[in-house]
């Protein structure tokens, strides 16, 4: 799945819909740091990179879940409020005592 989104210059694809439904019954702050997480490092990355920039939530909603796309705008809303906490929570958490 193509976002038709490119944040530095390369390409990104919105996460399988099917893989994160039972994700997103955890806590955005559960530990630890799962596969998930490390698979979909860069996400993490990009959403915090496009909220620094100033992008609007509806507009990243847009172009990392395709919100726009088969009517699914509240789920998508719904993926980045969970990917955004998630992001904050490693970026807080993980990525500081990495020193990244």
């Given amino acids: 799945m193509n976002t038709g989104m490119a944040l530095g210059g390369v390409e990104r694809s919105a996460p399988a819909g099917n893989n994160i439904i039972g994700l997103w019954r955890e806590r955005p702050d559960a530990e630890p740091v799962t596969a998930y997480d490390r698979r979909h490092a860069y996400l993490y990355g990009d959403l915090l990179a496009a909220e620094a920039m100033g992008i609007a939530p509806r507009q990243m909603?847009?172009?990392f879940f395709q919100a726009d796309r088969d009517g699914n705008a509240s789920r998508a809303s719904a993926a980045l409020r969970w990917h955004l906490a998630r992001a904050?929570?490693?970026?807080?958490?993980v990525f500081a005592v990495l020193d990244w």
């Avoid at 904050?88 to 958490?93: D, G």
């Fill in 88 to 93: 904050h929570w490693l970026k807080e958490n």
């Fill in 61 to 63: 909603a847009r172009i």
